[in-house]
Every structure is written in structure tokens, then in C-alpha cells.
């Protein structure tokens, strides 16, 4: 969240596996827009794909993850290459999560209709998976296309790295039915993950899709307050209050039919970044 040096977060991550963290996730905004410039002010927001490269050179085992990357600011052989690339390179460590956004504004500084973002949506993962899975890959849709040039490196993961759909909306779940091999939501209470996995199971039944393939994960917010949280268990959507406060929050989840979850510490300071990360794993997660 603004760290200065970018090489910071390449330590950040490595400091992450050396902890036993399985994954780390970037995320991604190109302008300093609404929300995003109320919390960082000026202090800058790195690329998500160079800083994800960088820590794969600099990590052996840890799943790179995108928490989520925009897919309607991109074109769709551009990221395609870029994703398998890093598959590549990482010798195929990486979970593609992706969503729409809601930040408006930063959709009209870089030239995209905000109405047509699900659509495009849509468009560009059946391109990518195309482009990932065919040798002369063809597709023809209102905002892409290609066909007749062969399209390399594929990705090292086959068919292709797996696909989260971020969001929660009705188009969002559907989105996972569709296309998706995983749910990536973010700030849902343990009760609404239960009601959003149910939904899902339901769409991706109604897809002809194996519904048990569906992998769920959601990123939260950690903070060690000390302090009760004031929702009820199953309507929390942080990682807020007292190690054991944490550990039934989590617990709930699980209930839910959690699979993963993505913890993120919202500050800049690294020192707190660490001590944070060290004491999760040392005295919530062998808890457990």
C-alpha cells in the first residue's frame, strides 16, 4: 500500500515464504482514482505484473496471485503473453484473479466505456483461453478478435493458469459458472461467502460444469486491535481483535467452505508488515 521502493515488496514477499505463507497477491490500479487516492495520497502505486515478476525471480514456492487485475483495461494478446510469460517463469506458480472495478474515473483517463465492462469482461477471458489452448487461435467477438497467427509461449500450467472471478454481483457469480475455476471475493462475511457458494454451485450445475472444481478464496484485512470486533461471528468481513477473535472468525469461514484465504495488512510501513505477518503465523495459524 505506497511503499516507496518496490524492491520492498519483492522482500516483503520472500519474508512471506520464508514464514510459510503458501501465496502472495498483488493488486492493481493504474490512476490514483476515488478510493484509491483517499488512502494513498502521493505515494505511488507500483505495476502489478512487474512487481509479481520480480518476486517470482525472488521466491521458489509461494502461488503468484492478481487480487485481481482489471481485465477490461487490457488487451487480451498483450496479457496473454504477459501471464504465460510468468507461468514460464515461475514454473507455473501463478493463480490469474480477476474483476471489472468499480472506480469509474479511472476508466475514462484510460479511454474504456465503464457500461461495456462486462462485456468486455466476458470477451477477453474466452480470448485468453483460446489464445492459451489453441495453436492458431480464432476469436471473433464485438471488441476482439484474431485468427490465422500462431500465438506463444502457451502457459507452463495446462490448460492454462487457474481463473478466479472476483465480485459478488449476480454477473460476477455467473462469470464464475462460466469461466471461472474459482471464486476470489473480497470483504464477505462468512454467512454471504456460505450464500454466494451455494449460488455458484447452483449456476455452475446449471452450466454443465463440475461445481467441485469451483475453488473459493476471499481477501480480508488483518489487524491485531486487541479489541472485541463489533459484529457477530458470522457477520464479520475482517480479520479484526484478539488472536482468538481472529482464529473464530476464520473458523467460520472454514464453515462456509472457505479454501483460502488472502490476508492483507493495509500500511505502508513495512515494520509493521513484518511483525504482523510473523505473529499470524506463529500464534494464530498452528492454532488452528
Known amino acids: 500500500q505506497g511503499v516507496e521502493d518496490p524492491n520492498d515488496l519483492v522482500a516483503l514477499a520472500a519474508r512471506a515464504e520464508g514464514l510459510g505463507y503458501s501465496s502472495v497477491w498483488v493488486r492493481e490500479h493504474l490512476f490514483h482514482s476515488s478510493y484509491v487516492a483517499k488512502r494513498l495520497g502521493d505515494r505511488p502505486y507500483h505495476d502489478a505484473l512487474t512487481i509479481l515478476t520480480a518476486i517470482g525471480g525472488a521466491t521458489k514456492t509461494v502461488r503468484l496471485g492478481t487480487s485481481v487485475l ?151 484485512p488483518l489487524a491485531f486491535t486487541g479489541k472485541a470486533p463489533g459484529s457477530p461471528v458470522p457477520e464479520r468481513t475482517a480479520l479484526t481483535g484478539t488472536e482468538d477473535d481472529i482464529m473464530d472468525t476464520i473458523r467460520a469461514y472454514q464453515a462456509a467452505g472457505l479454501d483460502e484465504m488472502v490476508i492483507s495488512i493495509d500500511t505502508a510501513d513495512l515494520s509493521r508488515q513484518n511483525d504482523d505477518m510473523s505473529r499470524f503465523m506463529e500464534q494464530v495459524w498452528p492454532r488452528l
Open 70 to 220: 482489471v481485465l477490461p483495461w487490457h488487451d487480451p494478446a498483450r496479457l496473454g503473453k504477459m501471464i504465460a510469460t510468468l507461468d514460464q517463469l515461475s514454473g507455473g506458480r501463478v493463480d490469474f484473479g480477476i474483476g471489472v472495478a468499480v472506480t469509474e474515473d479511472e476508466f475514462e483517463n484510460l479511454g474504456v466505456d465503464f457500461k461495456t465492462r462486462g462485456k468486455r469482461t466476458d470477451e477477453i477471458l474466452a480470448a485468453l483461453q483460446a489464445l492459451w489452448t489453441q495453436d492458431l487461435p480464432e476469436f471473433s467477438g464485438k471488441f476482439y478478435r484474431f485468427q490465422g497467427l500462431a500465438f506463444s509461449p502457451k502457459p507452463r500450467q495446462t490448460p492454462y493458469p487457474p481463473i478466479l472471478i472476483g465480485g459478488s454481483s449476480a454477473a460476477a457469480l455467473r462469470r464464475v459458472a462460466r469461466f471461472g475455476d474459482g471464486w476470489h471475493t473480497l470483504r464477505r462475511s462468512p454467512s454471504q461467502l456460505a450464500e454466494g457458494r451455494q449460488n455458484i454451485i447452483e449456476l455452475t450445475e446449471a452450466a454443465g460444469r463440475d461445481p467441485a472444481r469451483i475453488r473459493i478464496s476471499i481477501s480480508l
